[in-house]
């Protein structure tokens, strides 16, 4: 009797809360021509404020792959889209995409059509392609937020150049739902965007206490609400709630894992149809991944935001997000999570379907190694198209680095 | 063909050939055809272009995993081994994700005396970004003007604005020329010369590409019976030797959409006004590449043009495999061509094309369907 309730001790009540926010959401969204809403599919790494504040609903196909990959329909999909003549080296999010798209197929029937798409390329230049092949298809206006890539520094002719195109985004908005920008709302729906990413930032934070309290993977579940309704009471109210139940936790003693000895640092996405089995695999060592580059993304460039120029200070936030910015600035952000959630070693996750993340990983491996330390190991993937995925040969590999940080660390 | 000859030469050893420029002036290595070059040119130095031609691409792989383009494979195996070592530097434009993320590798793992990034705006139809166009051309030249401690004047600009005026508009004359008669040199020649000219001395190009373009002029035209004509359509070749057997197989490429032709040398600058305005002024005209933005379609509607231009009965996309913007343009291009009835086929290189029988029969059968 005794594990079993453990077990559910262990899970989480805001899980449950969090599919029923989602679950609504999409409901809202799928039902927008019946209530007159309008749709904007919207990148990862958009500014969605000012959908939020026009009443669009803003609907992003990334948070779609990564159900396509959670549920393993990710093979088949990008199957469908090579077979339309798209390459299967291409990002496996894009390739579900444009393919669901066409075939409505997918978890929950597809994802609403759009009335408008709003590409930001401060994740990637596959996004750029993407929604072009959308725009196309679909017919309807495409709005592109170009954030130039801050290899160092944010030069002064980038700033003015995105701060004009967030002006250019509201008049396209305006335009698009023909009525204007309510600016005694903005100022509100920037308040709630700036509490929700401090939430989440305490969220993430609060894996710093040994043993840690949520893992990685529970990071990768909880991020879908950062993403998809930032900006909103909904998100802040439902990271207030999951905050506290991990203080509630810490205080009774419930952790992730029945008996961490390890914690680990992973880079880049996830694997979305390998979550659990990742998950099993570490923890069967005594590992527990504490921390990741990537949900720590949707609040790690609160310190360029002034709360009270909100509107003004998100051209920065935006521009000089983790995927936007140089290899050895990112390597900055990996030392400060190595020393801030003291692991024991880096996962890099070469993601096949991520250039921009993946590129200049052995670079930031290497110096991993010499500056920290640390032991690290590479998974190779592409995270939403599980055909290509070997179980056997990356527990073998996992099983070899944990005995490494096992005779490291004892 | 004498005036051939000595592009031949340029290209069978372009690393020795920059050893000899670099005696006489700086050269600063550029990998895209967004690099500004007038403005490289004008503050002296020689812009040379790196194709990562050297076969051994072994010590990229402590930098770069196996699913990335052979191109930018090719140029960090180049730099990382010294063969470049006699470059002053080198200039990154905003190209694709994979040369962002080279530019970082470079610039972490080199210690050449010059390094820039030209962050140049993705999409080119709006008035903002061509005003952030504008302005980043300018930082480019004081960063050049910092970086070598020269001054590059209007004036100066001009000067190579006018010269690489010249060198495109011999470089499309000779195109032209051999789109006319395909007789007249071979593909692998003209894609030599094409790569010759992004290669060479600046001065001496535009004087050899003239010199050429003459010569053309004047041979007979020979339009032999029986043969089609294709269009290349991708990134860049840097492989005569597919021409050679695509002519072996019934067809002669008469144009491209390829870095290595005919996007290089769309489009001339103005020659009169500002001189940074003029050069941005071709790059929102010139024929777009498939990682900057334009309308939904100019690719599209620019290849058709083509194909109605020079008579073009089928196309062959040359991809180089793992690049993520011309593999995400292929599926809507060739829509655009299927809707005309134009036959087409995708060639995917990794590295070193296929075995010459294997590609042979693909061509082969490709050409028998025209
Ligand atoms: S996974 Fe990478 S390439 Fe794909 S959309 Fe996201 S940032 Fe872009
Ligand atoms: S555009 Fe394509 S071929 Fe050129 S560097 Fe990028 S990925 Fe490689």
């Known amino acids: 009797m005794r594990a079993p309730e453990k077990e559910k001790k262990r899970s989480f009540r805001s899980a449950k809360r969090m599919r029923d926010i989602m679950t609504e959401y999409y409901i809202n969204a799928k039902t927008a021509p019946q209530t007159g809403k309008k749709v904007a599919w919207i990148t990862s790494g958009g500014p969605v404020e000012p959908l939020i504040v026009m009443d669009v609903i803003p609907v992003y196909p990334e948070n779609y792959g990564a159900m396509i990959g959670a549920s393993h329909m990710g093979g088949d999909l990008c199957a469908k889209a090579e077979a339309m003549g798209y390459s299967s080296d291409l990002c496996s999010y894009a390739r579900a995409d444009i393919a669901c798209a066409v075939e409505n197929g997918g978890p929950i029937g597809g994802l609403p059509r759009p009335d408008m798409l709003i590409c930001c390329n401060n994740i990637c230049g596959t996004v750029l392609k993407w929604y072009e092949v959308q ?3 679909f017919g309807v206006p495409l709005f592109i937020l170009d954030t130039p890539f801050c290899h160092t520094e944010f030069p002064d002719q980038a700033r003015k150049y995105v701060r004009r195109q967030f002006d250019e985004y509201i008049a396209f908005l305006e335009t698009a739902c023909g009525r204007p920008f309510d600016e005694e709302k903005s100022l509100e729906v920037g308040r709630l965007s700036i509490e929700g990413q401090k939430l989440w930032k305490a969220v993430l934070d609060a894996t710093a206490h040994k043993p840690a309290p949520i893992t990685a993977f529970d990071a990768f579940f909880f991020l879908a609400l950062i993403v998809t309704l930032r900006g909103t009471q909904v998100a802040v109210d439902f990271y207030r709630d999951l905050l506290q139940e991990i ?4 205080n009774d003693g419930v952790f992730a894992l029945e008996n961490e000895k390890y914690r680990i640092l992973w880079d880049n996405l996830p694997i979305w149809y390998r979550l659990k089995w990742l998950s099993d695999t570490f923890a069967s060592h005594g590992a527990c991944l504490v921390a990741d580059t990537y949900t720590t993304a949707w609040c790690g460039s609160m310190k360029y935001i002034d709360e009270n120029n909100f509107f003004e200070s998100i051209v920065e936030a935006y521009t000089r997000i983790y995927l936007n910015i ?25 993601n096949r379907s991520c250039k921009p993340y993946s590129f200049g990983q052995y670079d930031i491996e290497k110096m991993v190694r010499e500056v920290k330390g640390i032991p690290t190991m590479t998974i190779e993937s592409h995270m939403t198209d599980e055909r290509s995925f070997s179980e056997s040969a990356t527990k073998t590999r996992i099983d070899a680095f944990m005995e490494i940080i096992k005779a490291r660390k004892g | 063909m004498e005036a051939i000859r000595a592009f031949h030469h340029v290209i069978d050893d372009p690393l020795k050939y920059l050893e000899g420029v670099s005696l006489r002036k700086k050269a600063v290595g550029y990998c895209c055809s967004y690099t500004p070059e007038e403005v490289i040119h004008a503050a002296g130095l020689h812009p040379f ?13 402590g930098h770069l995993q196996s699913y990335c383009c052979s191109l930018v494979r090719g140029v960090l195996s180049d730099v990382l081994t010294g063969r470049l070592d006699t470059l002053s530097g080198a200039v990154f434009p905003h190209t694709c994700d994979t040369i962002q993320r080279l530019s970082d590798i470079w610039r972490m ?17 709006t008035p903002s970004a061509r005003e952030y166009f504008e302005e980043v051309l300018a930082k480019f030249r004081a960063d050049l003007e910092k970086g070598f401690g020269v001054s590059v004047t209007d004036a100066s600009l001009k000067g190579s604005i006018k010269l690489y005026n010249l060198i495109r508009t011999s470089l499309r004359k000779i195109f032209e020329l051999r789109s006319a008669s395909p007789g007249l040199i071979s593909g692998a020649e003209l894609n030599k010369v ?6 060479l001395e600046r001065e001496t190009a535009a004087s050899m590409l003239a010199d050429l373009a003459d010569e053309l002029g004047r041979l007979p035209a020979p339009s032999p019976a029986g043969r089609k004509r294709v269009m290349l359509v991708g990134s860049l070749c840097s492989q005569p030797d597919i021409h050679a057997i695509l002519e072996k197989a019934g067809a002669d490429a008469v144009w491209d959409d390829l870095c290595t032709g005919s996007r290089y040398f769309d489009g001339l600058v103005r020659e009169d006004g500002d001189p940074l305005t003029a050069i941005a002024e071709r790059y929102y005209s010139r024929i777009i590449c498939p990682a900057k933005h334009s309308s939904l379609t100019a690719r599209g509607e620019n290849l058709l043009k083509s194909v109605d231009t020079h008579r073009v009965e089928g196309v062959v996309f040359l991809m180089l495999k793992f690049c993520d913007p011309h593999a995400f343009d292929y599926p809507y291009l060739k829509g655009f061509l299927d809707g005309r009835g134009v036959p087409s086929t995708l060639l995917e290189i990794e590295g070193q094309l296929p075995p010459e029988g294997q590609l042979l029969t693909r061509f082969e059968t490709f050409v028998q369907m025209l």
């Open chain 2, 194 to 199: 094409a790569m010759g000219a992004m290669i």
């Open chain 2, 109 to 125: 793992n080199t210690k050449f005396p010059f390094f820039a990034d030209v962050v140049l705006p993705v999409k080119l139809d």
């Open chain 1, 326 to 350: 140089g290899v050895d600035e990112m390597v900055k952000t990996v030392f400060e999570m190595i020393d801030k959630y003291q692991v024991d070693g880096l996962v890099i996750h070469s």
């Open chain 1, 247 to 250: 203080n509630e936790r810490i």
């Open chain 2, 49 to 61: 272009r790196l194709f990562g031609l050297s076969p051994d691409t072994g010590v990229a792989d």
């Open chain 1, 135 to 137: 725009a196309r298809y």
